[in-house]
């Protein structure tokens, strides 16, 4: 009999536990479809803003107390429309990638010559070595290296950006690691880092601060989990977890 009302509670907990599990998703796609909704609905109004913003920047242009109101106005709208764009990719990343086996090498090609004009402009230098071949998303991966590569670029010391791209393969992971020679980033905000939002930087660097959300959004939809190693002096190393 005790067998027997153990097999019903273990059988009622898990019903409870996929339950669960399945509200929790429901409530996930639900705010993810918001966000995607509220983004793209708030493009429209905004670019009618810039339009007419500009006409009046053209208008008033002999008058230099106008001028500096209307350049306010179109550094506002353009910040709003690249945090828009930025929480449009954020709610389009699946957690149910679409996988092809694809050597890594090849994403980091593709991100590197989407960031081509970034990476002439700071002199980086960007090595990778002996990179895998990993059951991914295609386009996610791209993006991913793409966030990692542009915030060592951004986020440089008075040296010239080195980056380095490596892989260790495991018994079940592949952990990829993309070091830096950047200013680093101090101990207490490891985590804060991949926060949507989370900004360390005042405004004299671009960004928005979704950037590393969105590769833990990607790198997590792959079963994965991504974290940063640095001292807040001598660079930064993220690294992230692929299980084969």
């Not at 109101?69 to 679409?98: E, K, Q």
Request: net charge negative; proline share 3%.
């Amino acid at each position: 009999m005790e067998e027997q009302e153990l097999k019903e509670a273990l059988a009622d907990c898990r019903e409870k536990l996929e339950r669960a599990v399945s509200a929790e998703k429901s409530a996930r796609d639900e705010l993810n479809r918001f966000v995607y909704a509220a983004s793209h609905d708030l493009q429209e109004p905004l670019r009618a803003i810039s339009a007419y913003t500009q006409l009046l920047q053209r208008k008033y242009a002999h008058d230099a107390d106008s001028a500096e109101l209307i350049s306010f106005i179109l550094d506002g709208a353009n910040r709003m429309h690249s945090l828009i764009s930025s929480l449009l990719a954020y709610s389009r990343v699946s957690s149910s990638p679409r996988r092809t086996h694809v050597n890594l090498a090849v994403i980091v090609q593709l991100a590197m010559a989407n960031l081509a004009n970034e990476i002439r402009a700071a002199g980086a230098d960007i090595t990778y070595h002996e990179l895998p071949e990993l059951a991914i998303d295609e386009s996610q991966f791209v993006q991913l290296f793409q966030n990692l590569l542009s915030n060592s670029i951004k986020f440089r010391s008075q040296q010239p950006p080195r980056v380095e791209i490596s892989a260790e393969e495991g018994q079940e992971a592949c952990t990829i690691s993309v070091r830096d020679n950047g200013v680093g980033i101090e101990p207490k905000y490891h985590v804060q880092v991949f926060e949507v939002f989370r900004r360390l930087h005042g405004k004299e660097i671009p960004g928005n601060g979704i950037g590393l959300a969105l590769c833990r959004r990607i790198v997590e939809g792959h079963g994965g989990r991504i974290w940063v190693e640095s001292d807040g002096k001598n660079g930064s190393v993220f690294k992230f977890t692929i299980p084969f």
